[in-house]
Protein backbone atom coordinates (compact mmCIF):
# COMPACT_ATOMS: atom_id res chain seq x y z
CA UNK A 1 0.00 0.00 0.00
CA UNK A 2 1.30 3.26 -0.74
CA UNK A 3 2.70 5.77 1.61
CA UNK A 4 1.16 9.84 1.76
CA UNK A 5 4.32 11.95 1.02
CA UNK A 6 2.79 13.85 4.17
CA UNK A 7 3.39 10.95 6.48
CA UNK A 8 6.68 9.54 5.27
CA UNK A 9 8.36 13.42 5.32
CA UNK A 10 7.06 13.39 8.86
CA UNK A 11 8.62 9.66 9.57
CA UNK A 12 12.06 10.95 8.36
CA UNK A 13 11.72 14.09 10.96
CA UNK A 14 11.31 11.82 13.55
CA UNK A 15 14.08 9.44 12.33
CA UNK A 16 16.48 12.18 12.12
CA UNK A 17 15.45 13.92 15.78
CA UNK A 18 15.74 9.77 16.89
CA UNK A 19 19.39 10.54 15.35
CA UNK A 20 20.51 13.37 16.97
CA UNK A 21 19.08 12.60 20.60
CA UNK A 22 21.38 9.06 20.66
CA UNK A 23 24.44 11.13 19.00
CA UNK A 24 23.64 13.76 21.99
CA UNK A 25 23.23 10.71 24.51
CA UNK A 26 26.00 9.06 23.55
CA UNK A 27 28.35 12.49 23.93
CA UNK A 28 26.99 12.87 26.95
CA UNK A 29 28.52 9.35 28.37
CA UNK A 30 31.82 10.79 27.92
CA UNK A 31 33.52 9.01 31.49
CA UNK A 32 35.12 12.44 33.62
CA UNK A 33 38.30 10.73 33.17
CA UNK A 34 38.88 11.10 29.75
CA UNK A 35 41.57 13.48 27.98
CA UNK A 36 40.61 16.75 27.66
CA UNK A 37 41.11 16.83 23.70
CA UNK A 38 38.15 13.64 23.94
CA UNK A 39 35.77 16.04 26.04
CA UNK A 40 36.81 19.26 23.84
CA UNK A 41 36.05 16.97 20.45
CA UNK A 42 32.55 15.78 22.55
CA UNK A 43 31.39 19.20 23.38
CA UNK A 44 32.15 20.01 19.40
CA UNK A 45 29.80 17.21 18.65
CA UNK A 46 26.97 18.47 20.81
CA UNK A 47 27.12 22.07 19.41
CA UNK A 48 26.91 20.52 16.15
CA UNK A 49 24.48 18.27 16.31
CA UNK A 50 22.00 20.98 18.29
CA UNK A 51 22.02 23.11 15.29
CA UNK A 52 24.46 25.73 16.30
CA UNK A 53 26.12 25.56 12.77
CA UNK A 54 26.54 29.28 13.05
CA UNK A 55 29.86 29.00 15.23
CA UNK A 56 32.08 26.49 14.17
CA UNK A 57 35.54 28.61 15.27
CA UNK A 58 34.46 27.82 18.79
CA UNK A 59 34.13 24.17 18.08
CA UNK A 60 37.67 24.24 15.97
CA UNK A 61 39.25 26.59 19.05
CA UNK A 62 38.26 24.20 21.49
CA UNK A 63 39.62 21.16 19.86
CA UNK A 64 42.67 22.90 18.59
CA UNK A 65 43.72 23.80 22.56
CA UNK A 66 42.55 20.52 23.67
CA UNK A 67 44.83 18.66 20.91
CA UNK A 68 47.56 21.65 22.13
CA UNK A 69 47.45 20.97 25.94
CA UNK A 70 47.55 17.23 25.43
CA UNK A 71 50.89 17.85 23.18
CA UNK A 72 52.23 20.10 25.67
CA UNK A 73 51.54 17.15 28.46
CA UNK A 74 53.41 14.91 26.34
CA UNK A 75 56.65 17.14 25.80
CA UNK A 76 56.07 17.91 29.61
CA UNK A 77 55.44 15.10 31.55
CA UNK A 78 55.20 15.50 35.29
CA UNK A 79 58.38 14.72 37.19
CA UNK A 80 58.12 11.59 38.62
CA UNK A 81 59.70 12.39 42.24
CA UNK A 82 57.11 15.53 42.57
CA UNK A 83 55.00 13.00 41.90
CA UNK A 84 55.58 10.20 44.28
CA UNK A 85 55.84 12.85 47.08
CA UNK A 86 51.99 14.25 46.45
CA UNK A 87 50.25 10.58 45.64
CA UNK A 88 52.23 8.44 48.60
CA UNK A 89 52.70 5.70 45.81
CA UNK A 90 55.51 3.71 45.60
CA UNK A 91 58.46 5.38 43.07
CA UNK A 92 59.25 2.71 40.43
CA UNK A 93 62.51 1.89 39.72
CA UNK A 94 63.44 4.85 37.96
CA UNK A 95 61.59 7.33 40.21
CA UNK A 96 63.73 5.64 43.28
CA UNK A 97 67.11 6.08 41.33
CA UNK A 98 66.28 10.05 40.75
CA UNK A 99 64.98 10.45 44.29
CA UNK A 100 68.47 8.09 45.63
CA UNK A 101 70.39 10.74 43.43
CA UNK A 102 68.85 13.94 44.68
CA UNK A 103 69.77 12.90 48.71
CA UNK A 104 73.59 11.48 47.41
CA UNK A 105 73.55 15.27 46.20
CA UNK A 106 72.38 16.85 49.17
CA UNK A 107 74.37 14.85 51.48
CA UNK A 108 77.47 15.42 49.48
CA UNK A 109 77.27 19.09 49.88
CA UNK A 110 76.93 18.43 53.53
CA UNK A 111 79.97 16.55 53.45
CA UNK A 112 82.17 19.37 51.92
CA UNK A 113 80.61 21.71 54.19
CA UNK A 114 82.08 19.46 57.42
CA UNK A 115 85.31 18.61 55.35
CA UNK A 116 86.17 22.11 54.85
CA UNK A 117 85.54 23.03 58.39
CA UNK A 118 87.49 20.40 60.07
CA UNK A 119 90.30 21.94 58.20
CA UNK A 120 89.63 25.38 58.98
CA UNK A 121 89.19 25.04 62.37
CA UNK A 122 92.04 22.84 62.58
CA UNK A 123 94.32 25.65 60.84
CA UNK A 124 92.79 28.20 63.79
CA UNK A 125 93.17 25.94 66.76
CA UNK A 126 95.82 26.22 68.60
CA UNK A 127 98.92 23.45 68.51
CA UNK A 128 100.14 23.58 71.79
CA UNK A 129 98.01 20.54 73.01
CA UNK A 130 98.10 16.33 72.24
CA UNK A 131 96.66 15.50 69.59
CA UNK A 132 95.80 12.39 71.01
CA UNK A 133 93.35 13.94 73.72
CA UNK A 134 91.45 15.19 71.12
CA UNK A 135 90.97 11.85 68.80
CA UNK A 136 89.94 10.19 72.18
CA UNK A 137 87.11 13.38 72.90
CA UNK A 138 85.70 13.17 69.70
CA UNK A 139 85.41 9.69 69.74
CA UNK A 140 83.82 9.66 73.50
CA UNK A 141 81.39 12.20 72.00
CA UNK A 142 80.62 10.21 69.77
CA UNK A 143 79.74 7.23 71.32
CA UNK A 144 77.99 9.41 73.78
CA UNK A 145 75.29 10.80 70.88
CA UNK A 146 75.37 7.39 69.61
CA UNK A 147 73.93 5.55 72.80
CA UNK A 148 71.41 8.96 73.47
CA UNK A 149 70.23 8.14 69.81
CA UNK A 150 69.56 4.06 70.62
CA UNK A 151 68.05 5.30 73.86
CA UNK A 152 65.62 7.41 72.54
CA UNK A 153 65.00 4.84 69.39
CA UNK A 154 64.30 1.61 71.72
CA UNK A 155 65.27 2.64 74.87
CA UNK A 156 67.11 0.65 77.19
CA UNK A 157 67.71 -2.70 75.02
CA UNK A 158 69.28 0.08 72.13
CA UNK A 159 71.68 1.33 74.95
CA UNK A 160 72.77 -2.53 75.70
CA UNK A 161 72.85 -3.11 71.82
CA UNK A 162 75.82 -0.45 71.76
CA UNK A 163 78.01 -1.41 74.80
CA UNK A 164 77.05 -5.30 73.96
CA UNK A 165 80.95 -7.15 73.90
CA UNK A 166 79.91 -8.91 71.10
CA UNK A 167 78.95 -6.06 68.90
CA UNK A 168 82.03 -3.57 69.92
CA UNK A 169 84.31 -6.86 69.11
CA UNK A 170 82.74 -7.81 65.95
CA UNK A 171 85.22 -8.10 63.34
CA UNK A 172 84.49 -5.67 60.79
CA UNK A 173 83.86 -3.36 63.87
CA UNK A 174 87.04 -3.92 65.58
CA UNK A 175 89.06 -4.13 62.39
CA UNK A 176 87.84 -0.85 62.05
CA UNK A 177 88.23 0.60 64.95
CA UNK A 178 91.92 -0.49 65.18
CA UNK A 179 92.93 0.86 62.15
CA UNK A 180 90.64 4.40 62.66
CA UNK A 181 92.97 4.62 66.06
CA UNK A 182 96.28 3.55 64.11
CA UNK A 183 95.73 6.21 61.21
CA UNK A 184 95.27 8.80 63.78
CA UNK A 185 98.19 7.88 65.63
CA UNK A 186 99.98 7.69 62.21
CA UNK A 187 99.21 10.92 61.04
CA UNK A 188 100.05 12.96 64.25
CA UNK A 189 103.50 11.10 63.55
CA UNK A 190 103.70 11.80 60.14
CA UNK A 191 103.42 15.70 60.97
CA UNK A 192 105.91 15.76 63.15
CA UNK A 193 108.54 14.39 59.94
CA UNK A 194 106.68 15.91 57.20
CA UNK A 195 105.12 18.63 55.82
CA UNK A 196 101.44 19.00 55.51
CA UNK A 197 101.95 19.68 52.14
CA UNK A 198 103.82 16.20 51.41
CA UNK A 199 101.42 14.57 53.41
CA UNK A 200 98.31 15.96 51.40
CA UNK A 201 100.44 15.04 48.11
CA UNK A 202 100.74 11.18 49.12
CA UNK A 203 97.83 10.87 50.69
CA UNK A 204 96.21 11.19 47.09
CA UNK A 205 96.55 7.38 46.73
CA UNK A 206 94.08 6.87 48.99
CA UNK A 207 91.74 7.19 46.26
CA UNK A 208 92.72 4.05 43.80
CA UNK A 209 94.17 2.21 46.44
CA UNK A 210 90.23 2.31 47.63
CA UNK A 211 88.85 1.53 44.52
CA UNK A 212 91.50 -1.26 44.15
CA UNK A 213 91.07 -2.78 47.24
CA UNK A 214 87.21 -2.78 47.16
CA UNK A 215 87.10 -5.20 44.19
CA UNK A 216 88.63 -7.73 46.83
CA UNK A 217 87.31 -6.89 50.27
CA UNK A 218 83.16 -6.04 48.84
CA UNK A 219 83.21 -7.63 45.56
CA UNK A 220 82.82 -3.80 43.82
CA UNK A 221 83.85 -3.92 40.27
CA UNK A 222 84.36 -0.33 38.67
CA UNK A 223 84.43 -0.26 34.70
CA UNK A 224 87.62 0.89 32.61
CA UNK A 225 86.18 4.36 32.21
CA UNK A 226 85.56 4.85 36.27
CA UNK A 227 88.89 3.77 36.58
CA UNK A 228 91.15 6.15 34.24
CA UNK A 229 89.05 8.68 35.87
CA UNK A 230 90.21 8.11 39.53
CA UNK A 231 93.34 7.52 38.17
CA UNK A 232 93.41 10.93 36.36
CA UNK A 233 91.76 12.55 39.43
CA UNK A 234 94.73 11.29 41.65
CA UNK A 235 97.69 12.36 39.44
CA UNK A 236 95.55 15.91 38.98
CA UNK A 237 95.12 16.47 42.87
CA UNK A 238 99.22 15.47 42.95
CA UNK A 239 100.06 17.87 40.68
CA UNK A 240 98.49 20.75 42.25
CA UNK A 241 99.59 20.01 45.79
CA UNK A 242 103.17 20.13 43.64
CA UNK A 243 102.72 23.51 41.64
CA UNK A 244 101.60 24.94 45.00
CA UNK A 245 104.19 24.14 47.08
CA UNK A 246 107.18 22.91 45.13
CA UNK A 247 108.31 20.23 46.84
CA UNK A 248 111.78 18.27 46.32
CA UNK A 249 109.84 14.98 46.41
CA UNK A 250 113.11 12.53 45.14
CA UNK A 251 114.91 14.40 48.42
CA UNK A 252 112.59 12.82 50.79
CA UNK A 253 110.96 10.35 49.55
CA UNK A 254 112.84 7.71 51.70
CA UNK A 255 110.87 9.31 54.88
CA UNK A 256 107.26 7.97 53.88
CA UNK A 257 106.61 5.37 56.38
CA UNK A 258 104.36 6.98 58.93
CA UNK A 259 102.29 8.38 55.62
CA UNK A 260 102.32 5.12 54.07
CA UNK A 261 101.27 3.37 57.27
CA UNK A 262 98.29 6.08 57.39
CA UNK A 263 97.27 6.08 53.72
CA UNK A 264 96.82 2.24 53.92
CA UNK A 265 94.90 2.21 57.51
CA UNK A 266 92.75 5.10 56.69
CA UNK A 267 91.71 3.35 53.38
CA UNK A 268 90.96 -0.39 55.18
CA UNK A 269 89.50 1.43 58.25
CA UNK A 270 86.88 2.77 55.77
CA UNK A 271 86.39 0.00 53.84
CA UNK A 272 86.12 -2.17 57.03
CA UNK A 273 83.26 0.31 58.02
CA UNK A 274 81.61 -0.07 54.82
CA UNK A 275 81.57 -3.69 55.10
CA UNK A 276 80.25 -3.29 58.41
CA UNK A 277 77.49 -1.09 57.64
CA UNK A 278 76.08 -2.65 54.55
CA UNK A 279 76.35 -6.44 55.70
CA UNK A 280 72.71 -7.82 55.46
CA UNK A 281 71.05 -8.07 58.51
CA UNK A 282 72.53 -5.21 59.53
CA UNK A 283 72.57 -3.34 63.20
CA UNK A 284 71.02 0.56 63.05
CA UNK A 285 73.30 3.03 61.85
CA UNK A 286 73.74 4.40 65.32
CA UNK A 287 74.54 1.52 67.13
CA UNK A 288 77.78 0.29 64.15
CA UNK A 289 78.81 4.02 64.93
CA UNK A 290 78.65 3.31 68.54
CA UNK A 291 80.11 -0.03 68.59
CA UNK A 292 82.85 1.37 66.20
CA UNK A 293 83.82 4.38 68.39
CA UNK A 294 84.23 2.21 71.64
CA UNK A 295 86.75 -0.26 70.18
CA UNK A 296 87.76 3.44 69.33
CA UNK A 297 88.16 4.56 73.11
CA UNK A 298 89.34 1.35 73.70
CA UNK A 299 92.39 1.31 71.21
CA UNK A 300 93.45 4.69 71.92
CA UNK A 301 93.67 4.43 75.74
CA UNK A 302 96.07 1.49 74.84
CA UNK A 303 98.11 3.99 72.48
CA UNK A 304 98.35 6.30 75.18
CA UNK A 305 99.14 3.98 78.16
CA UNK A 306 101.93 2.38 76.27
CA UNK A 307 103.06 6.11 74.96
CA UNK A 308 103.51 7.29 78.53
CA UNK A 309 105.10 4.35 80.01
CA UNK A 310 107.62 4.18 77.24
CA UNK A 311 107.84 8.30 78.18
CA UNK A 312 108.49 7.00 82.06
CA UNK A 313 110.81 4.48 81.15
CA UNK A 314 113.19 6.63 78.88
CA UNK A 315 113.23 9.89 80.70
CA UNK A 316 112.30 8.65 84.35
CA UNK A 317 109.73 10.58 85.02
CA UNK A 318 106.61 9.93 86.49
CA UNK A 319 103.53 8.69 85.20
CA UNK A 320 101.23 11.00 84.12
CA UNK A 321 97.55 11.00 82.24
CA UNK A 322 97.49 14.99 82.35
CA UNK A 323 96.38 14.68 78.25
CA UNK A 324 94.46 17.57 78.31
CA UNK A 325 97.20 20.18 78.35
CA UNK A 326 97.20 23.22 76.38
CA UNK A 327 93.01 22.83 75.62
CA UNK A 328 91.73 26.68 74.67
CA UNK A 329 88.37 27.34 73.10
CA UNK A 330 89.58 26.79 69.90
CA UNK A 331 90.49 22.88 70.62
CA UNK A 332 86.60 23.11 71.33
CA UNK A 333 85.61 23.86 68.05
CA UNK A 334 88.22 21.41 66.68
CA UNK A 335 86.68 18.61 68.67
CA UNK A 336 83.22 19.82 67.41
CA UNK A 337 83.63 19.64 64.31
CA UNK A 338 85.73 16.22 64.13
CA UNK A 339 82.05 14.58 65.98
CA UNK A 340 79.93 16.08 62.87
CA UNK A 341 82.83 14.96 60.55
CA UNK A 342 82.77 12.05 61.50
CA UNK A 343 78.60 11.44 61.76
CA UNK A 344 78.71 12.97 58.02
CA UNK A 345 81.55 10.53 56.62
CA UNK A 346 80.02 7.41 57.90
CA UNK A 347 76.83 8.62 56.61
CA UNK A 348 79.13 8.99 53.18
CA UNK A 349 80.20 5.76 53.06
CA UNK A 350 77.05 3.59 53.82
CA UNK A 351 74.94 5.61 51.38
CA UNK A 352 77.51 5.58 48.69
CA UNK A 353 80.76 4.42 49.24
CA UNK A 354 84.58 4.98 50.47
CA UNK A 355 85.93 5.69 46.81
CA UNK A 356 82.86 8.15 46.81
CA UNK A 357 84.11 10.03 49.97
CA UNK A 358 87.89 10.15 48.61
CA UNK A 359 86.90 11.55 45.23
CA UNK A 360 84.75 14.05 47.19
CA UNK A 361 87.98 15.06 49.45
CA UNK A 362 89.49 15.64 46.09
CA UNK A 363 87.45 18.62 45.49
CA UNK A 364 87.29 19.83 48.85
CA UNK A 365 91.03 20.26 48.59
CA UNK A 366 90.18 22.58 45.46
CA UNK A 367 87.80 24.03 48.08
CA UNK A 368 90.38 24.84 50.53
CA UNK A 369 93.11 26.76 47.80
CA UNK A 370 90.39 28.28 46.85
CA UNK A 371 90.28 29.61 50.51
CA UNK A 372 93.45 30.30 50.65
CA UNK A 373 93.20 32.28 47.55
CA UNK A 374 90.61 34.69 48.86
CA UNK A 375 92.30 35.18 51.84
CA UNK A 376 95.04 36.66 50.11
CA UNK A 377 97.55 34.42 51.60
CA UNK A 378 98.64 33.16 48.08
CA UNK A 379 97.95 34.25 44.29
CA UNK A 380 97.49 31.36 42.13
CA UNK A 381 99.15 30.99 38.64
CA UNK A 382 97.61 29.75 35.36
CA UNK A 383 98.95 26.10 35.49
CA UNK A 384 97.03 26.25 38.67
CA UNK A 385 93.69 27.41 37.94
CA UNK A 386 93.61 24.78 34.71
CA UNK A 387 94.81 21.97 36.78
CA UNK A 388 92.37 23.00 39.82
CA UNK A 389 88.95 23.51 36.75
CA UNK A 390 90.46 19.76 35.81
CA UNK A 391 89.95 18.23 39.29
CA UNK A 392 86.15 20.05 39.35
CA UNK A 393 85.67 18.19 35.78
CA UNK A 394 86.94 14.96 36.75
CA UNK A 395 84.68 14.87 40.21
CA UNK A 396 81.41 15.72 37.95
CA UNK A 397 82.50 13.33 34.90
CA UNK A 398 82.98 10.78 38.13
CA UNK A 399 79.46 11.32 39.35
CA UNK A 400 78.08 11.46 35.99
CA UNK A 401 79.54 7.62 35.24
CA UNK A 402 78.84 6.60 38.34
CA UNK A 403 74.94 7.27 38.32
CA UNK A 404 75.05 6.33 34.62
CA UNK A 405 76.05 2.43 36.48
CA UNK A 406 73.65 2.60 38.79
CA UNK A 407 71.12 3.49 36.90
CA UNK A 408 71.79 0.46 34.22
CA UNK A 409 72.27 -2.17 37.17
CA UNK A 410 68.43 -0.65 38.55
CA UNK A 411 67.23 -1.15 35.27
CA UNK A 412 68.53 -4.64 34.74
CA UNK A 413 66.92 -5.57 38.34
CA UNK A 414 63.87 -4.63 37.17
CA UNK A 415 63.97 -6.65 34.45
CA UNK A 416 65.60 -9.57 35.96
CA UNK A 417 62.19 -9.31 38.92
CA UNK A 418 59.84 -12.08 38.59
Request: glycine content about 6%.
Amino acid sequence: MAVPLGFSSGLEALQARRAVASRRHQAELVPESSHRSDASRAGAKRLVASGHRHSPFVAFASSTAAVAFSMRSARRPRRPLLRSLRTGKAPTPQEGSEKAAFWSLCLVGVYISCDVGVNLCSEAASQGYQKASAVLVTSLVSAVIGAVWALRQDGWRGVQRCIAPENVFYRSNIFASVLFACSSISLLKAFEKQSAAFIKLVGQLKLPLAAFLARYFLGKRYSLALKLNIWTISCACGAIVVLRTNLNFWGIFNKLKYILFMVISNVGANLAAESSLKRPNALPFHVIMTNMRIGEIICTLVFLFVYNLLQRLQNESSFSWNIFSGWDQTIVLVVGSHVLDTWITALMVKRLSSVHKYVVKCFTMVVLFAITWYRGKRSWTLAEVLVAVMIVLLTAQFAALSHEENKKKVAWRSDTAP
